[in-house]
């Protein structure tokens, strides 16, 4: 399996533009989650799912911020519009289960807003 | 709300030493406990998984404990080579879904050559 693919890897948007960012979770696993890094915050939940369904948004910072995963093998975040304080790095994770299973990262999405 | 920190923040050390990395936890009531590396401009990898009922496990070099009751895990590297520098994040599982895994700020680790 080629792991957690997510696309693209850079990007840089100025202010108000809208972002979506892409995620491909590894094949058979049924939980997806959304995080988003920053030097002063470390490493936040944003949102997850569980067999294509979102469970919990509760991190998701903004109404600027919405989340689809319209099949298994798909996922988007999207942030419209976007602002500086967005830029950070987002990653997308997938795992088998929650309890007692390992999370598979992706490589990450580095956005930067100007 | 759990809370993980990780000291220090930072460390740096000559190749072949053996190392120790910290990991505290507010709440002692936790599933399991992970230790990941993340090296630059890459995604975070598991290393170990340490479910509650355990006190350790060991991967080659690396062996993490954990003590639940104090709330502390230890990540122990022995023989550093400069391949092991790297983010090194603790993140412990409290339950009641994803929201329940809380990521330390990791310790960046240097090994010198």
């Known amino acids: 399996d080629a792991g957690v693919i997510q696309s693209p890897r850079h990007e840089v948007t100025e202010m108000g533009q809208e972002v979506t960012l892409r995620c491909k979770p590894i094949s058979g696993h049924d939980y997806l989650f959304w995080y988003r890094q920053t030097m002063m915050r470390g490493l936040e939940l944003l949102i997850y799912?569980?067999?294509?369904?979102?469970?919990?948004d509760s991190g998701m910072p903004e109404d600027r911020f919405s989340a689809k995963m319209p099949n298994a093998s798909f996922s988007t975040l999207k942030i419209q519009p976007s602002e500086p304080r967005d830029s950070a790095v987002y990653f997308c994770?997938?795992?088998?289960?929650?309890?007692?299973?390992?999370?598979?990262f992706g490589p990450g999405t580095r956005l930067l807003v100007l | 709300k759990q809370e993980v920190t990780q000291i220090p923040a930072a460390l740096s050390v000559p190749e072949g030493e053996n190392l120790v990395l910290n990991c505290s936890f507010t709440d002692s009531a936790i599933y399991n406990l992970q230790w990941f590396r993340q090296d630059p401009g890459k995604g975070l990898t598991s290393l170990l998984l340490i479910q509650s009922s355990q006190r350790e496990q060991t991967s080659g070099r690396l062996n993490a404990s954990l003590d639940k009751s104090s709330g502390r895990s230890t990540l122990y590297i022995a023989a550093s080579q400069p391949g092991d520098s790297a983010t090194y994040l603790c993140a412990v599982y409290s339950g009641g879904g994803a929201d329940g895994l809380t990521f330390g700020k990791g310790t960046h680790l240097i090994i010198q050559p």
């Open positions: 799912f569980n067999n294509n369904v979102p469970i919990d």
């Open positions: 994770a997938s795992s088998r289960g929650l309890a007692g299973e390992t999370q598979y």
